[in-house]
């Protein structure tokens, strides 16, 4: 049957940000739900997916590639899918509109401060990219100049005027990125105004956000997604918990009041400074950070010193290595909650812990990222059988873990 839904966004069919413009809400939470059933039906129940009541103007996160187009003239937007073309886009139904507004008056603003774009064709230029982080909580703002030199003539004059345009901005920061590839932010960073980091709230406790420190997008849902796996977890004021890929140490610091102890690993220096600082925010004498991979520090632990009772874990996309994994079943806590951003990763992931001793018990789906295909898990793991562990889990089809 063919499909009367116009979809809501103009950029649709060039932008790619969104994959399911062309379905209403509630027909993109079913297809949802259906995936997760596909793909990790076998392993247990899974709910419906929690979904928005508002699902526009979620992110938290807005970001925007600056650059001339074939005209030459001076555009800002989002890459094209798989290429370097820009979209321009003015305003986006999913983005912050404060920090839309912002991104369209500095590129307003560019030729009155003789502020050049970066140009990839001839190498001549200067700015590449805004980045703008939005405490939506406290109402913080950071923007993020990405550029390729620190040298910046007018940098007073520009800044007072976007922050009297702006008052709602609490800091600038220019990062310094002048490499090629992928990576939006470079290494380097100096504080242009403010404060180089914004502060928001989740679940009762405040958190700082340094740039470079994942931080997920949707609030709104995100206390949805920690709620729910702190549920999973049934603390009971007596465990030791280990909060894997921790980033700014937001799931362990949300589970802190219910735990003995939390112990938070994560490979970002900068998400560590972080999770470090929130901690003393929040007044919290009983969580600590280590800068490290996840795979090492499970390795660690398997081989002596601390026994987590319970672990979560939230890696990234390509979900956790082969060494964390079978880390983890030497480990052998007794609850294990695996958040997850990619229910494929999650599946396969699954497939190893279900074979070494454990068994998911609950399966939720929250949609983190509407008119996306992206889709967020929360699945929760009981041990079962010790005595089957100790025994180091050699699977006979390790194949699928060898991809990476
Ligand atoms: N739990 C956090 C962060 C999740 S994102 C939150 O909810 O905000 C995944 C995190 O894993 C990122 O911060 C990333 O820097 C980190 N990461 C990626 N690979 C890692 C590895 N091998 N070891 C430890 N952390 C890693």
């Not at 938290?60 to 650059?67: G, R, S, T």
């Not at 910046?152 to 008052?167: A, G, R, Y």
């Not at 400074?273 to 520090?297: M, Q």
């Amino acid at each position: 049957m063919e499909s009367t839904f116009t979809p809501p966004c103009p950029y649709f069919k060039k932008c790619g940000g969104c994959q399911l413009q062309h379905l209403p809400y509630a027909e993109q939470l079913r297809r949802k739900t259906g995936r997760c059933i596909a793909l990790l039906g076998d392993f247990g129940h899974v709910e419906p997916i929690w979904g928005m009541d508002e699902p526009t103007r979620y992110r938290n996160k807005v970001h925007a590639a600056f650059a001339l187009d074939n005209r030459r003239k001076l555009v800002s937007g989002i890459y094209q899918p798989g290429s370097h073309a820009i979209v321009p886009v003015d305003d986006c139904m999913i983005e912050d509109a404060a920090s839309d507004a912002v991104i369209r008056d500095i590129r307003a603003m560019l030729p009155e401060f003789k502020i050049k774009v970066f140009d990839e064709r001839s190498g001549t230029g200067w700015l590449r990219h805004v980045l703008i982080r939005r405490g939506f909580a406290t109402g913080q703002m950071l923007v993020v100049l990405v550029a390729v030199s620190p040298i910046f003539p007018l940098q007073k004059p520009f800044v007072k005027k976007l922050t009297e345009l702006h008052p709602e901005i609490t800091g600038i920061v220019l990062n310094l990125n002048d490499r090629f590839g992928p990576v939006v932010l470079g290494t380097r960073e100096k504080l242009l105004f403010g404060t180089p980091y914004i502060e928001d709230e989740l679940c009762g406790k405040r958190f700082r956000i340094s740039p470079r420190s994942f931080y997920q997008i949707n609030p709104v849902q995100t206390e949805k997604l920690y709620r729910c796996a702190v549920d999973f977890a049934a603390l009971t004021g007596k465990e030791t918990v280990l909060d894997a890929y921790c980033g700014i140490g937001t799931i362990g610091i949300t589970a802190s009041d219910k735990a003995r102890q939390v112990i938070g690993v994560e490979l970002n220096r900068d998400a560590v400074h972080d999770a470090i600082a929130n901690a003393r925010l929040n007044g919290l004498k009983n969580c600590w950070f280590t800068a490290g991979d996840a795979g090492e520090y499970m390795e660690q632990t398997a081989r002596g010193g601390l026994r987590p009772e319970v672990v979560f874990l939230d890696p990234p996309r390509a979900g956790c290595d082969e060494r964390f994994l079978r880390s983890l079943l030497k480990c052998a806590p007794e609850r294990v909650v695996y958040v997850s951003c990619d229910p494929r990763t999650l599946a396969r992931d699954l497939k190893l812990l279900t074979a070494g001793g454990y068994r998911a018990e609950k399966i939720q789906p929250v949609d983190m990222f509407p008119w996306t295909e992206h889709v967020e898990t929360v699945c929760c793991l009981y041990h079962q059988k010790k005595d089957f562990i100790s025994v180091p889990y050699e699977p006979k089809d390790a194949s699928y873990l060898k991809q990476r």
